[in-house]
């Protein structure tokens, strides 16, 4: 069975453009469709339309409505949108779409939603989310939260969950390998912090990486230790070396990254480094 993994969002929880911003970046992509970055999301479809989603962004409307540009998806009995969901974590960008899984909209049945243990409790408790559980539009299903965690998310599909730091108001986060081919860690607070990154990056054949940020530039007056993100000028130094027998993916890019600008001399000096820049609906054979 062929597996792919789709880009469903390659922007930061806010995406591009980004509400109630009016710097350039954003009053460009409001006017030119191509430029705009939906929420962070990706999923694996197979041939037959099986398809499971990482991370529910709030744009998971239009995002459903590119979907169904690709025949295998359109194809899929709806009974349900997807087959399964795995949540990294609990910021706005990569769950708030949850609110679309409810009776006032799809009303899904019994969809199985994997996540670490504390963003089970913290879904179970607090509404909106405990309503999905309460009506069994959602099944919550632990990934565990100690170590690495495998679960057969479907035919052909193992994925398995991987702690990473990344600041935690509500729930820890996980990063997570599909197949141990694709790795994707769309939000980590720095490389450092995670002793098995070089690990992880040299083990998959393709990675999916939080490049947020470009530089400390790009963020004049804040605080360093408030920015839960590495940037891409560390991560280039840091898997430069590790991008030449693999593809190394950035992607969850802020509004204000001037690498959403293709033509930027900084997007030109990260495909110079070898990396790739993640952009919307890309397919990625697996
Ligand atoms: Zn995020
Ligand atoms: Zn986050």
């Given at each position: ?5 789709y ?11 980004q ?19 939906l ?11 099986r398809?499971?989603l990482?991370d529910?962004s709030p ?7 590119r ?11 709806v ?26 909209a799809?009303?899904c049945r019994d969809?199985?939603?994997y996540c670490?243990e ?18 069994g ?16 998310a ?13 600041r ?7 990063g ?6 694709l ?17 992880e ?8 990486l939080?490049?947020?940020f ?11 230790r ?5 940037f891409?000028?560390?991560?280039l ?11 190394i993916?950035l ?8 690498v ?27």
């Open positions: 069975m062929a597996l792919t993994v880009i469903l969002g390659s922007g930061q929880d806010g995406g591009l453009p509400f109630g911003s009016r710097m350039s970046a954003d009053m460009a992509a409001r006017v030119d469709p191509l430029a705009v970055r929420g962070p999301s990706i999923c694996v479809l197979d041939d037959v339309g398809c499971f990482v529910v744009d998971i409307k239009e995002q459903e409505n979907l169904l540009t690709i025949p295998a998806y359109a194809r899929r009995a009974t349900n949108p997807f087959d399964g969901v795995l949540l990294t974590h609990a910021h706005m960008g990569h769950y708030a779409g949850l609110v679309h899984f409810g009776r006032e799809a009303n969809l199985p939603v670490t504390k963003m089970a409790s913290f879904l179970a408790a607090n509404a909106p989310w405990e309503q999905l559980v309460k009506l539009n959602i099944e919550l299903r632990s990934v565990g939260t100690r170590g690495s965690v495998s679960l057969q479907g035919p052909g599909l193992s994925i398995r969950a991987i702690p990473v730091l990344h935690g108001e509500y729930t820890d986060t996980v997570i390998s599909i197949n141990e081919k790795l994707y860690v769309p939000d980590i607070d720095n490389w450092d912090a995670w002793p098995a990154a070089r690990e990056v040299s083990k998959h054949e393709i990675c999916l939080d490049a947020t470009y530089s400390r530039e790009e963020l004049p007056g804040r605080d360093l408030e920015i839960s993100h590495p891409i000028t560390d991560t130094a840091k898997f430069g070396d590790l991008a030449k027998g693999r593809r993916i992607t969850h890019f802020n509004h204000s990254n001037p959403c600008d293709p033509a930027s001399k900084q997007a030109q000096r990260v495909l110079k480094a070898g990396f790739e820049l993640a952009q919307e609906m890309l397919a990625i054979p697996l």
